[in-house]
């Protein structure tokens, strides 16, 4: 079955310092794989998606992430944090048998922004 | 509307109840999907449609857990005998096809 491992639960950085959240997967196929923001009192917003072609994906608000099929994973970066960053964010695979019959989620990870 | 609209946005009920949760997907979007998110958690698959049909259910916890859509539009999930542990947020989502998902301000329901 597919899963997805965020192994931090909480990050500080320092506003301007530069970010990078895990994310692993788990699944047999070429995945397609998402990051999610959800802000305090927010839905949940797409970051950025990974289908095919270049592993290096750019998003919106300045994220970009990597795949590396042979470490499973979907690392977030941002050059530079800003204090409206602070947020969760949710990585996410594609699931079922087209890939898109359901997100996994994995358990998510908070960003704190310290001045 | 322009997103995805979800109602109500609060929803308190005593153990035992029902409750109708109402979700109103993007204009066009064929497939829509329920999740929920326990407090400190990540989102956990209910279910999805696609069109009226729900060829995937596997999420649903238990029998008293329910959803329908009517239209290829609206879907209803529906909770019988609300139990405390029922208490999360319950989110909505709908998609164009095999593409991206957007979510709803979901529906906060709480269990007393």
């Known amino acids: 079955a597919q899963s997805v491992t965020q192994p931090d639960i909480h990050i500080t950085v320092s506003e301007g310092a530069s970010l990078e959240l895990r994310c692993n997967y788990s699944y047999g196929a070429t995945p397609y794989l998402f990051w999610y923001v959800q802000s305090p009192g927010q839905g949940l917003q797409l970051l950025l998606k990974?289908?095919?072609?270049?592993?290096l994906v750019q998003g919106i608000k300045g994220f970009e992430a990597e795949f590396k099929r042979s470490q499973s994973s979907f690392n977030l970066r941002k050059p530079s944090v800003h204090w409206s960053d602070a947020a969760e964010y949710f990585c996410?695979?594609?699931?079922?048998?087209?890939?898109?019959?359901?997100?996994?989620f994995g358990t998510g990870t908070r960003l704190l922004v310290s001045p | 509307g322009a997103g995805v609209s979800q109602s109500p946005s609060n929803k308190v009920t005593e153990k035992g109840k029902d409750v109708e949760l109402r979700c109103d997907p993007i204009?066009?979007?064929?497939?829509l999907y329920w999740y929920r998110q326990r407090l400190g958690q990540g989102l956990e698959f209910l279910i999805y449609?696609?069109?009226?049909?729900?060829?995937?259910k596997s999420g649903l916890p238990s029998d008293r857990f329910s959803a329908e859509r009517t239209g290829e539009s609206v879907s209803t999930l529906t909770i019988q005998r609300t139990q405390q542990e029922d208490s999360a947020v319950y989110l909505c989502?709908?998609?164009?096809?095999?593409?991206?998902?957007?979510f709803g301000p979901g529906t906060r329901l709480t269990v007393l």
């Open positions: 204009s066009g979007h064929t497939a």
């Open positions: 996410a695979v594609g699931a079922g048998r087209t890939g898109f019959q359901k997100l996994v």
């Open positions: 989502a709908s998609s164009l096809g095999q593409d991206e998902q957007f």
């Open positions: 990974y289908f095919s072609g270049d592993t």
């Open positions: 449609f696609q069109g009226n049909s729900a060829p995937d």
